[in-house]
């Protein structure tokens, strides 16, 4: 059985879909079977990371939550993005996108679903593709998925800017990670400026936490031109930001 990792934080802006991608695809490079679902309902959009438009899924997470298909057929291989890359596709990813349809958007906030069919959902990918790795692209903050999400989590990876609203809310989320026992827990300061002392701040990091730091993220310039048209460490992959982001893949793996 594969492991389950959930991307979390606790404010939006902190870079947390598109490091979930690039996570995913660099495990994807190095032979991993890898499946992302974006459980950000309300908000979702990592498919757009993907070059998938809403138009081009046939079904949603939605519909699986609302009994109209199985989890496994909203599932979208999108392993040739990788070969598109020049790169050898050695593992698999898929995407379960979430619908970014309004009506569908407003029925969850209106109705809500039935959060206890998310476990059974990632289970049923866990076994139905042969996954090596789950990795969830929560919703930011603290509500009833992002609960369940972090109860079922083999790692939890936090992500956090250098900044003090962001250092609160952290806290608050570690907290609740430890009343839920999760077995692994890291964080990933992402937006880094250059001027910072990423030493120091990796230690101000654990030593406010009590939780190891995977990676220290620089802000990039390429990152905001590439504006979320694609996935950043298959487009730039000897560049500072991959080289992070592969040290943090390391950090899982062991």
Same mark, same amino acid.
């Given at each position: 059985?594969?492991?389950?990792?959930?991307?979390?934080?606790?404010?939006?802006?902190?870079?947390?879909?598109?490091?979930?991608?690039?996570?995913?695809?660099?495990?994807?490079?190095? =032979?991993?079977?890898?499946?992302?679902?974006?459980?950000?309902?309300?908000?979702? =959009?990592?498919?757009?990371?993907?070059?998938?438009?809403?138009?081009?899924?046939?079904?949603?997470?939605?519909?699986?939550?609302?009994?109209?298909?199985?989890?496994?057929?909203?599932?979208?291989?999108?392993?040739?993005?990788?070969?598109?890359?020049?790169?050898?596709?050695?593992?698999?990813?898929?995407?379960?996108?979430?619908?970014?349809?309004?009506?569908?958007?407003?029925?969850?906030?209106?109705?809500?679903?039935?959060?206890?069919?998310?476990?059974?959902?990632?289970?049923?990918?866990?076994?139905?593709?042969?996954?090596?790795?789950?990795?969830?692209?929560?919703?930011?903050?603290?509500?009833?998925?992002?609960?369940?999400?972090?109860?079922?989590?083999?790692?939890?990876?936090?992500?956090?800017?250098?900044?003090?609203?962001?250092?609160?809310?952290?806290?608050?989320?570690?907290?609740?990670?430890?009343?839920?026992?999760?077995?692994?827990?890291?964080?990933?300061?992402?937006?880094?400026?250059?001027?910072?002392?990423?030493?120091?701040?990796?230690?101000?990091?654990?030593?406010?936490?009590? +939780?190891? +730091?995977? =990676?220290?993220?620089?802000?990039?310039?390429?990152?905001?031109?590439?504006?979320?048209?694609?996935?950043?460490?298959?487009?730039?992959?000897?560049?500072?930001?991959?080289?992070?982001?592969?040290?943090?893949?390391?950090?899982?793996?062991?």
């Amino acid at each position: 059985m594969g492991s389950i990792i959930s991307v979390h934080s606790f404010r939006g802006g902190t870079g947390k879909s598109n490091t979930t991608a690039n996570l995913g695809c660099t495990l994807a490079t190095l =032979g991993y079977r890898v499946a992302i679902v974006d459980t950000d309902i309300q908000s979702p =959009g990592i498919h757009v990371l993907f070059g998938l438009e809403s138009e081009d899924t046939e079904h949603a997470l939605n519909d699986y939550l609302w009994g109209r298909c199985e989890i496994t057929d909203v599932a979208r291989d999108v392993s040739h993005l990788i070969t598109g890359h020049g790169q050898e596709a050695k593992g698999a990813i898929y995407l379960i996108p979430s619908s970014l349809k309004t009506s569908e958007i407003t029925r969850v906030l209106r109705e809500g679903y039935d959060v206890g069919l998310l476990n059974d959902g990632f289970q049923q990918l866990l076994q139905g593709l042969n996954l090596d790795f789950l990795l969830i692209d929560t919703h930011p903050g603290l509500n009833e998925e992002t609960l369940l999400s972090i109860t079922v989590s083999d790692t939890l990876v936090l992500i956090l800017r250098p900044d003090r609203q962001d250092f609160q809310g952290t806290a608050v989320t570690v907290d609740v990670a430890r009343q839920l026992d999760v077995p692994k827990m890291v964080m990933v300061v992402n937006k880094v400026p250059s001027a910072f002392n990423k030493d120091s701040l990796k230690q101000q990091v654990e030593t406010t936490y009590g +939780v190891p +730091v995977a =990676g220290i993220l620089p802000v990039c310039e390429e990152m905001f031109q590439l504006g979320s048209s694609d996935i950043f460490c298959l487009r730039y992959p000897a560049h500072p930001y991959s080289l992070v982001v592969r040290s943090v893949v390391q950090h899982l793996l062991d």
